[in-house]
């Protein structure tokens, strides 16, 4: 709570900035899919393709928000590791706190323009139900990025490549199926496809149920498992924090 209230705190319009900032790149993005852009993302309603890139670009934004700042995370707060006892789990768990609340409003814009769209706005809804997988998710780099990051200090160079990575092999941009089949499953390692890729096939109205809740249980157990295990190996590397720092 405390990185809400300094992020904005010198600027005129303070915490209003959490919703003016996805507002103005929702403009832009329909502004870009309406005036601009001769290729669409598949579908014909100018609304549609901006929602999808929106929350996708959205969903990108929070995770590499995660990554570029895990790597540095223990090792600006060195003080907490020599000095004073502290759980430091809660540093990695502030960072996408923090975060969350511009996510949360990306999230509400998206759904309140698609309520505008020709979108059934009830069929679409499962999609949004992996939001909490993928924070998971992002809770789980954050374990990960900042443990490694004390020992390896190139980390920061490579998270911030690996960002730009992860954008181009989602279906943020594009759509999944203008892939080659033998490509498309090796692109749901990424975190940001299931999310968005749902969204798509339920708007196409191309996922039936059987298919949605298979990728909702598969995406949440995935969740789990990646965020215990990026866990367990933060506290195994924990004990070696102050011999470095």
Same mark, same amino acid.
């Given at each position: ?12 319009? $303070?915490?209003?900035? *959490? ?11 329909? @502004? #870009?899919?309406?005036?601009? /852009? ?10 549609? +393709? ?11 934004? %929070? ?6 700042? #895990?790597?540095?995370?223990? =090792?600006?707060?060195?003080? *907490?590791?020599?000095?004073?006892? /502290? ?9 996408? &706190?923090? $975060? ?8 509400? &814009? ?6 505008? =769209?020709?979108? +059934? ?18 809770? $789980? ?17 490579? !998270? =911030? ?12 941009? *594009? ?10 499953? &090796?692109? %749901? &390692? ?16 191309? =996922?039936?149920?059987?298919? !949605? ?5 598969? *995406? ?8 215990? @295990? ?16």
């Amino acid at each position: 709570m405390v990185d809400l209230s300094l992020r904005h705190k010198k600027s005129i319009l $303070g915490n209003l900035w *959490y919703i003016l900032t996805p507002m103005i790149y929702a403009g832009l993005y329909y @502004f #870009a899919f309406s005036y601009v /852009f001769s290729a669409r993302s598949g579908h014909e309603d100018n609304l549609i +393709n901006m929602a999808i890139l929106f929350w996708g670009v959205s969903l990108h934004a %929070y995770l590499s928000e995660i990554l570029n700042r #895990a790597t540095t995370l223990i =090792s600006s707060n060195a003080n *907490y590791v020599k000095k004073i006892i /502290f759980p430091l789990e809660l540093l990695c768990l502030s960072g996408a &706190i923090t $975060g969350l609340v511009q996510l949360v409003i990306s999230t509400i &814009i998206t759904l309140i323009i698609l309520t505008f =769209s020709s979108v +059934n706005i009830i069929t679409i809804l499962p999609a949004f139900f992996l939001l909490i997988p993928f924070v998971m998710i992002c809770i $789980g780099f954050s374990f990960l990025f900042s443990a490694l990051g004390v020992f390896i200090k190139d980390l920061a160079s490579l !998270c =911030s490549m690996l960002s730009s990575v992860l954008l181009f092999i989602s279906p943020i941009l *594009y759509n999944l199926t203008m892939l080659p089949a033998g490509f498309q499953g &090796i692109f %749901y &390692i990424n975190p940001l496809t299931a999310p968005v890729q749902l969204l798509r096939e339920l708007i196409s109205e191309k =996922s039936n149920l059987w298919e !949605c809740s298979l990728t909702i249980v598969l *995406y949440s157990l995935a969740a789990i498992i990646f965020t215990f @295990f990026t866990k367990f190996i933060f506290f195994k590397m924990k004990k070696y924090f102050v011999d470095v720092l």
